[in-house]
């Protein structure tokens, strides 16, 4: 065993595409994050043009929060049980339907800010429900080893819509306006839903035990019971959670660094051009070894990053601190998803994929209301700078708490060195030895 796991094995840049349904998933899960990527910088843009508030931007996180919270248990379930391509294609066009709304209310004239957090709600409930079903789908679409650099590419199409998403959305504002802007979004949804239609691999949820509060509390408790998933996902939540300066975003642009709706969209791009650089690079050089290491060094240099970012006023410095920034969520988001992916049991993908979202929304949602609040407090710049030394201490809180995260070094062998199987009554995840 430990020679089988020490030869080199080949590696295929493009072992994901060479199967014709993940190709389709990839291009409907790009209509999906474009769309997302450029409703949620133009709604935060309008909101702050129409409050001047800071406070009114974190508000945005915490209505998109507060349903994902309450969807996350059931979409797991939702995912474990049922299929999961006529799942996902409904709330693509429920998605569909948050944009038309924002789209109306903008063509309307509407200016009280609470119809636009209701709508927000709305994107909130269905991105809920839609990823868990696509995190669960995706792996049966390839082969077992195919499974990392499907995660490489995944996240890199995540970022690349972060790069070019908002760079559109500021396009969009300043040539056609808002409303505009909202209705490419929903047809971006449209065509996701269209494009999933095309994919051929069925995927039903085989979870038939009977609905109870344990199968709905099953992700929480495999997760609780894993030390590195345990470790990975609340290291992202916290450290993420402290260091959101994206929030504040439109309020740099406008009043900071003075660059208006284009330089907006420039720096809302920033972290996905240095994501999306990183994502490519794993997708061609995944890690070897010490990928434990380079998961805590990210987290370091994403504090750092937030933290100099937080005190620039020249803007070249501050679009390299974003961009430092992606780079460093990159490196620990695909060490994460690499690490589900190749441990989880198929029955339970559903439900801890949305748990991991519900830790994935918190840290984003919540962390916008975060720096919200404080930046309506003690102002934007501290709030900014506070967020980074506080990511910074829970990197090394986590490094100590957590020392076998730490220590993981080649994934593809952890794969071979730990399976988890479900117990059919407590739903605990069982370690075993391979």
Known sequence: MAQELSAPEKHDPAAAFRHRD????????????FGTNIMMPTLGWQIYRLTHDPLSLGLIGLFVFVPVMLATLPSGQLADRYERRNVYRVFQLILMTAALIFCGLTFAGVSNPLFYYLAAGLFGASKTFSAPCAAAWMPH??????????????SSGFQLTNVIGPAMAGLMLHVAGEGATYALAAGLYLSGCLCATLIRTRSRGGDRRPIGLAHLLGGLNYIRHNRLILGAVT?????????????????????????GSAGFGVLRGAPALGAVVTAL????????????????TAIAIYGAAT???????????????????????????????????????????????????????ASNELGDMESGFVASLVGVVP???IGGIGTLTVAALWAWKFPNLRRIDNLMALRSEVTHTVDAETDAPLRKSA
């Open 22 to 33: 993940y190709r389709f998933f990839y291009i409907t899960r790009l209509c999906n994050m």
């Open 141 to 154: 679409m390839i082969p077992r080893q195919a499974l990392p650099n499907a995660v490489a590419w995944n």
């Open 235 to 259: 290291l992202d939540l916290f450290a993420v959670l402290l260091g959101g300066a994206i929030a504040l975003l439109p309020i740099y642009a406008s009043d900071i660094l003075h660059v």
């Open 281 to 296: 690079f794993l997708a061609l050089r995944p890690f070897r070894r010490h990928a434990g290491l380079w998961m805590f």
């Open 307 to 361: 933290i100099v970012f937080g005190l620039s006023k020249i803007y070249p410095l501050s679009l390299l601190c974003l961009f430092l920034l992606g780079s460093a969520d990159m490196i620990g988001n695909f060490i994460r998803q690499s690490l589900m992916q190749l441990t989880l049991h198929d029955d339970m993908r559903g439900r801890v994929s949305s748990v991991n979202m519900m830790f994935a929304s």
């Open 383 to 385: 709030a900014v700078v």
